[in-house]
């Protein structure tokens, strides 16, 4: 028994060592993060995959010190970038030479948005105090406080079931949170624009643009954090870059009233106009200075109340007792000294308060934020109207693609099938005016035959007909034409929402999207289950579709995939995919689109349906 006890007593101060160590992990993990801020997105991840295995080794020691096995929770790894025929590396719109950039981006996401990464961070932010308190723990009750520590251990670092939703104090702490990033990555703008400003001041003009697209980057981080964390949706206002120069017919390169001979020094003339002259190069600028001030005032009055609530719990019911057990002086700031529990609980209805305080505004308060950031750092209407000629501009010849193969689709069909079938019964025709006089009984099989022959021709040009432009769709519009095909699905399909009726063409292109999208998911996916979501608001179709198939989706390995976004940039319209291996596969599509105007009154439907 004495030897159980020693040896518990030395695993316990061997696991509060190790515990100490994840501060060092969490300070290594911060200086990843500040690098990620300007753009070196390899440091973070390199920091994070850098601790893991200090976690894989607790997890070790607790299945064989405290007996409480506990698995990896982690996701698997992204696959390596696959190569296209023509040389190049895909990803969405973006084309790569090489695959470093890609790769460590991929890995990025995947250990990002991981929820364990979460997890482990705030393992290591309070595992060293639980490790403090274990050498007390064990010394008293020896393999008993082993055990507790190893199902602490489990709790943060095992896998977890999928949860249905955050309770009211998770929801507002991962809303502190987001002020706390929103005003982090707004400093880390400002920190951007000022050596960009130096630059253009000391006369650097050249190295100027490549600052500011390098200030951009953090910029439109800042934008994709605050739709992720808040909902506040910041689209990018930046006119389209220029593009490069053309040599005229003697080989010069000509920019003004002067020539050149390499393309160099027009390129760099051309990118400094570029940003100079969009104004939301200097609305970067002025949202750096504001917002950094701004976000940050709106972040520390709720982050001190919510410290000093949690710090003054910590200090009046773990600090005193130890300061009292050690014979030591203890003083909390803030707060008059509390020498006995009755004190101790007196001041503790003060430290919850600070704390609900600092909680309560927190989800309130980061999506007015992300609002106030959005005054500078959404886009205008000369920007607006810069990137939709730009995008047109893109989309034109993908359309007239799509449309050219479509058409050579159709044809094909009509020329193979019902061409094939009426040329036949022509035929046959011929040989029942031949026999008719002759042999009665053949000339009436044959037109029997001719009769199930034509019935077939019928439903096949039907098919094609409906291949082409559904008869749902044009009766009933989206909404009850995407029930109908969820209905037809071998998939578990349910549709939720409501739409009126929209312009045909924009209902075409969203039905054929989402009739791709349940192909893929049934074919590639093995999924049983895909969910429907409808909507429609302020001239925009938003569809979205998920499924509970194995993932791993990749636009660069599909045609299907560049064919829905084809398809949508016709419309000018956007295709967001999020494929993590192991699923689930969760497609956004959204469409600009205005309302049916032969229709007389938008239509109703139930909220939901399953098929």
């Known amino acids: 028994m004495i030897r159980k006890y020693l040896t518990s007593v030395r695993r ?37 995959e850098g601790t893991r295995p200090r976690a894989a080794l607790t997890r070790r020691l607790a299945g064989r010190w405290c007996g409480i096995e506990v698995e990896p929770p982690y996701r698997p790894a992204p696959p390596e970038p696959e190569r296209e025929r023509d040389g190049w590396y895909r990803d ?21 948005d991981d929820p364990a990464t979460g997890r482990d961070l705030g393992w290591q932010l309070w595992n060293p105090l639980v490790g403090l308190l274990l050498v007390p723990a064990v010394l008293v009750a020896g393999p008993g406080a082993l055990r507790l520590y190893g199902k602490w251990t489990r709790w943060w670092l095992g896998p977890r079931p999928a949860r249905s939703g955050d309770g009211w104090v998770r929801t507002r702490l991962k809303a502190l949170g987001f002020q706390l990033g929103l005003a982090g990555l707004s400093i880390a703008q400002l920190a951007m624009a000022v050596p960009t400003l130096l630059v253009l001041a ?71 106009r570029w940003v100079i002259r969009d104004r939301a190069t200097w609305r970067d ?37 130890i300061a009292h057990w050690t014979d030591t002086s203890w003083s909390m700031i803030g707060l008059p000294e509390a020498t006995t529990n009755w ?16 909680l309560l505004p927190a989800p309130w308060l980061a999506r007015k934020g992300a609002q106030f950031a959005k005054l500078l750092l959404g886009p205008t209407e000369a920007s ?67 009769r199930q022959a034509s019935s077939e021709t019928l439903t096949e040009l039907r098919l094609l007909v409906r291949g082409i432009h559904p008869p749902v769709l044009s009766e009933r519009g989206l909404d009850d034409a995407v029930r109908a095909m969820a209905l037809d699905s071998p998939l578990r399909a349910s549709v939720t929402g409501s739409l009126p009726r929209l312009e045909q063409p924009a209902e075409a292109c969203a039905y054929f999207a989402v009739s791709e999208l349940l192909g893929n998911a049934a074919k590639h996916g093995e999924a049983r289950r895909v969910s429907i979501e409808l909507g429609y608001d302020d001239g925009l179709l938003r569809i979205e579709v998920t499924d509970d198939g194995k993932g791993g989706a990749n636009a660069a390995r599909g045609s299907g995939i560049r064919g829905i976004e084809r398809r949508l940039g016709t419309f000018d319209g956007t295709f967001a995919l999020t494929s993590p291996l192991g699923g689930p596969t969760k497609v956004t599509m959204e469409l600009p689109c205005q309302l049916d105007p032969d229709a007389s009154s938008p239509r109703t439907s139930t909220s939901s349906e399953t098929a």
């Open 12 to 48: 316990g101060f061997v696991l509060a060592a190790l515990a100490l160590v994840s501060w060092l992990d969490l300070l290594l993990e911060l200086v990843g993060f500040c690098l990620l801020c300007v753009g070196l997105i390899f440091a973070y991840t390199l920091a994070l």
């Open 92 to 112: 969405g719109n973006n084309l790569f030479k090489r695959s470093w950039f890609l790769r460590w981006t991929k890995r990025f996401e995947w250990i990002s």
């Open 202 to 272: 000391v006369g650097f003009a050249p190295l100027f643009p490549t600052l500011v697209v390098a200030g951009r980057s953090v910029t439109d981080t800042l934008r994709r954090e605050a739709k992720n964390w808040t909902g506040v949706r910041i689209d990018r206002p930046y006119l389209p870059e220029p593009s490069f120069p053309v040599p005229r017919a003697d080989g010069m390169y000509q920019r003004g009233r002067q020539l050149y001979d390499t393309p160099w020094w027009p390129a760099r003339l051309d990118r400094c």
């Open 285 to 321: 600028m002025a949202a750096a200075v504001v917002n950094s001030v701004v976000l940050s005032l709106m972040a520390v009055p709720t982050a001190a109340l919510v410290f000093f609530g949690f710090w003054g719990f910590l200090s009046l019911w773990v600090w005193r007792p």
């Open 343 to 358: 004190q101790a609980l007196a001041m503790t209805p003060v430290v919850v308060a600070a704390l609900v305080a600092g």
């Open 384 to 450: 607006r109207l810069g990137q939709r000629v730009e995008r047109l501009k893109q989309t034109r010849t993908d359309a007239s693609v799509a449309q050219a193969a479509e058409l050579r689709r159709i044809e094909r069909d009509l020329h193979d099938g019902v061409q094939s079938r009426l040329v036949a019964m022509g035929m046959k025709l011929g040989a029942v005016e031949a026999l008719i006089d002759s042999d009665p009984a053949a000339a009436k099989r044959l037109a029997a035959e001719l």
